[in-house]
């Protein structure tokens, strides 16, 4: 059990160790998108919030835009919602560590289920995708790297609304567990605001579900049938939320 589980503080620690200086220092990220856009909006969103009000309208950009509408704004994402007691540059370094930890373990736990890999292969696997250059690069596009980092673990749940549950989760209560897990996570995606992230995932999700109705041929159809509902109820609820 302790070698089953000791990569997640493994990959935690491998995390900070890679942003040691977003961390454990007061410098900040000073370019691009992160300085000039993102800053400004969770600065603005921050104060607005803290005010008691909802952040409708943005009237310092240009002669007034809306905010609200601005998905990349974030204004629903639940992870930001602690953060608006912090500055926007601390506020932004929190939340690109503690997205790639949830990366990381999302990464892991996908590998070990659904690609039956060992804890040290699989734990390699999640390295690669919370560290890799795909993801890394995108500390300037805060509310993208937000979204991506729960790929993995919208992309574990629809793999196992098709599969057989694990012996420690009952037969009967599989399917919702396995559905709010997928329902929760794309709606994570959706309110990070970053609409592409999400159909990208949706689009990984479909050839999921397309492989695991091809290759579960020993259930019957019925049950296959039942597998894409519980799909489609799934997205269709993480919209509407």
């Not at 929190?94 to 892991?108: K, M, P, S």
């Not at 929760?184 to 479909?206: D, E, K, P, R, Y």
């Amino acid at each position: 059990m302790t070698r089953r589980f000791l990569p997640l503080p493994a990959l935690a620690a491998l995390v900070l160790i890679f942003l040691r200086q977003a961390a454990f220092t007061n410098l900040i990220f000073a370019r691009g998108d992160t300085l000039l856009y993102f800053y400004p909006y969770w600065d603005y969103r921050a104060r607005t919030l803290l005010s008691g009000h909802l952040p409708l309208w943005n009237p310092y950009l240009f002669m007034g835009a809306p905010f609200l509408a601005n998905s990349q704004a974030g204004v629903f994402y639940p992870l930001n919602w602690p953060l608006i007691f912090f500055a926007a540059p601390v506020a932004v370094k929190i939340t690109l560590v503690v997205h790639l930890i949830i990366a990381a373990w999302g990464a892991y736990a996908l590998a070990r289920r659904a690609c039956q890999l060992e804890p040290t292969p699989a734990a390699f696997a999640a390295a690669l995708f919370a560290l890799g250059g795909y993801l890394t690069a995108q500390v300037e596009h805060v509310n993208q790297l937000q979204g991506l980092a729960w790929m993995p673990l919208t992309l574990l749940a629809a793999y196992l609304i098709f599969h057989p549950p694990s012996p420690a989760l009952p037969r009967s209560r599989a399917p919702i567990v396995h559905s709010s897990l997928f329902i929760v996570s794309l709606s994570l995606q959706l309110t990070a605001g970053h609409t592409q992230t999400a159909f990208i995932t949706l689009t990984a999700c479909a050839g999921v579900a397309l492989q695991s109705l091809i290759q579960n041929t020993q259930y019957p159809i019925s049950k296959r049938l039942l597998g894409i509902g519980y799909w489609v109820f799934g997205i269709l609820l993480a919209f509407l939320l």
